[in-house]
Each structure stands twice: as C-alpha cells, then as structure tokens.
C-alpha cells in the first residue's frame, strides 16, 4: 500500500479528467503522478474510476489478491 500526496497539478489533471467524479479523478491523477508502477487502486467505490487505466479492486478483493 502506498499514501500519495496531492498537489496542484493532480488537481489540474483531475479537473481535465474523462473521469467524472472530482475526487476519484483526483485519487487517480495523484496516484498515477507519484508512481506509475502502481498496480490498482483500492476502494469501496469502483465505479467512479472506470474511465481510468489502473484496475480497480474492492478492499475484500484487494485482500484476496495480496493473501492469495
């Protein structure tokens, strides 16, 4: 797991982004800026990511994934 920072360029981007919801678009852009080897994003919300290229996972599916 990894905590990202947001900054004013994650806010640009977010506010150009396809993605619809404001805060989902921020997560994402902030997310994608700090590290693109990051493998999923991690929410009880997935929906609201769908236009991005990350997969998205729930928390149980998430944990499934790492527990194996």
């Known amino acids: 797991?990894?905590?990202v920072a947001v900054d004013s360029r994650n806010v640009?981007?977010?506010l150009r982004s396809s993605l619809t919801?404001?805060?989902d678009a921020l997560q994402y852009h902030a997310v994608i800026a700090e590290n693109p080897a990051i493998e999923a994003i991690v929410?009880?919300?997935p929906k609201?990511?769908?236009?991005?290229?990350l997969p998205v996972l729930t928390p149980p599916a998430a944990l499934a994934a790492v527990l194996g």
């Open 48 to 53: 609201g990511f769908a236009a991005g290229a």
């Open 1 to 3: 797991m990894t905590i």
């Open 12 to 14: 640009n981007d977010a």
């Open 43 to 45: 929410t009880r919300d």
């Open 21 to 23: 919801d404001f805060e």
